[in-house]
């Protein structure tokens, strides 16, 4: 069966320094992958996508950014993080081949910029 | 920008009693979904519904989709104290699938 692994759980960091947050995903090949944040109390914003191994689509911009550099791992990094990055981040994929599909998340980085 | 929006943003019920909430978008879809989120975890998906079908069950759950009023809802029958979670819809716009997710009904079921 599938399963998606993201981590740390939980990250408190510094303004300016820099962020890795790690998503792997098993199970399955050739995976669409997604990560979201969640502002306290309200809904998922789309932050970037990816439909393939160094394909990255960016929905919003700001100052993050992402990469796939296996097929089953995605990774969103920042090079110097702002008070505005603080969030819930959460990764997630679908089957192909259309990005509407059933989406499975993983639990999620609880990310507080101070 | 988002496409759904949840109604209410907060339901307080007896367990045993039955909870109703509704999703409206504003473009039309190709499908519409819902999902769990329990207090700092990662969402599970409950159900998808595709534009053409009207109504899905799944155990205790119920979604109807209204696609001439833009609008869905889920109802859970006989509660309990673990459906107690933050419920959204998410939807696609029929030209671009990428899903847009509203703000989510905070659902407390009270024993």
């Known amino acids: 069966s599938q399963t998606i692994h993201q981590w740390p759980a939980t990250l408190v960091q510094p303004v300016g320094s820099p962020l890795s947050l790690e998503c792997t995903v098993e199970?399955?090949?050739?995976?669409?992958l997604y990560w979201y944040r969640q502002a306290a109390g309200r809904g998922l914003q789309l932050l970037f996508y990816?439909?393939?191994?160094?394909?990255i689509s960016s929905e919003v911009p700001q100052n993050l950014s992402a990469s796939r550099p296996q097929d089953r791992q995605f990774i969103l990094s920042s090079k110097k993080l702002l008070l505005s990055d603080s969030g819930f981040y959460l990764c997630?994929?679908?089957?192909?081949?259309?990005?509407?599909?059933?989406?499975?998340f993983g639990s999620g980085t609880q990310l507080s910029v101070l | 920008s988002q496409q759904g929006e949840e109604d209410p943003q907060a339901l307080s019920i007896q367990e045993g009693e039955n909870a109703t909430m509704n999703c409206s978008y504003k473009?039309?879809?190709?499908?519409l979904q819902w999902y769990r989120q329990n207090s700092g975890r990662g969402l599970v998906h409950l159900i998808l519904?595709?534009?053409?079908?009207r109504e899905k069950h799944s155990g205790r759950l119920r979604v109807t989709l209204d696609t001439s009023k833009k609008s869905s809802s889920l109802l859970i029958t006989a509660s309990r104290a673990a459906d107690t979670a933050s419920y959204f819809c998410?939807?696609?716009?029929?030209?671009?699938?990428?899903?847009?997710f509203g703000a989510g009904t905070t659902v407390t079921v009270r024993a």
């Open positions: 199970g399955t090949s050739n995976p669409n």
């Open positions: 990816s439909v393939g191994i160094g394909q």
């Open positions: 998410a939807t696609d716009y029929s030209n671009d699938y990428k899903l847009s």
């Open positions: 997630a994929w679908t089957e192909g081949p259309t990005l509407n599909e059933k989406l499975f």
């Open positions: 519904i595709r534009s053409n079908e």
């Open positions: 473009t039309s879809i190709n499908n």
